[in-house]
């Protein structure tokens, strides 16, 4: 679309910048295609990364998919599940994960039709870095069509690289303190209480995927 769309399903504390990061990726004339997200461990990456699909699923002609680095330990398993609203096939197995994941930006650029690939623990991907860095964020110079989010606790660097021009700074995420996952819960379940917040905060070390699962929905 030529202005941001409004997301229909954002269910967590705070990251409102990483909301607004994502809405403008998913324009037309967004002023960079890659999104990066980095974060420390239980900041809530993998929450975002899955949000971000259930949205994108949801919009008219947009294939998306979202490739986690720590499910590699079943190769095939993870690319079928990245393939699931891709609409391309899957590639011949036996090959590295890098020639897969090259031949499949080839089949969607074949479609030609808009895509989003998301891609999680990007800190873990090995060898599938140098695919990414030096191919399919460079690809982003001129595929219009291509819209990337890498969530990780490192993440690609733009400062110096070829494709710096079309990648936003790396969006620091920080762990929503007790008061936010308060207002998140609210609506949901308005009884509860600050005070149980922080305690529950304080139990599962402020794990937001526990805190969204016990606050939320």
């Not at 990456?45 to 079943?74: E, P």
């Amino acid at each position: 679309p030529e202005t941001s769309p409004s997301l229909p399903i954002w269910p967590m504390a705070d990251h409102t910048e990483a909301r607004a990061a994502f809405e403008r990726l998913l324009t037309r004339s967004a002023p960079f295609g890659c999104l990066p997200l980095r974060g420390s461990s239980e900041t809530g990456k993998s929450h975002i990364t899955r949000q971000m699909l259930a949205n994108a699923i949801r919009m008219k002609d947009l294939a998306c998919g979202r490739f986690d680095f720590k499910g590699t330990t079943d190769v095939d398993a993870e690319l079928r599940a990245f393939l699931q609203y891709l609409d391309v096939p899957l590639p011949a197995v036996g090959r590295r994960l890098n020639e897969r994941l090259r031949d499949i930006l080839d089949a969607l650029k074949l479609r030609a039709r808009p895509a989003l690939l998301i891609f999680d623990t990007y800190e873990r991907a090995g060898e599938a870095q140098d695919w990414v860095e030096r191919q399919l964020l460079q690809r982003l110079m001129r595929e219009t069509w291509l819209r990337v989010v890498i969530a990780g606790q490192s993440v690609p660097e733009p400062a110096g690289a070829v494709w710096a021009t079309v990648a936003r700074a790396p969006l620091q995420l920080v762990p929503p303190p007790p008061e936010e996952w308060l207002a998140f819960g609210q609506p949901y379940k308005p009884d509860i209480t600050l005070d149980f917040v922080r305690q529950a905060h304080q139990l599962c070390n402020g794990k937001a995927s526990v805190l969204a699962q016990l606050l939320g929905p």
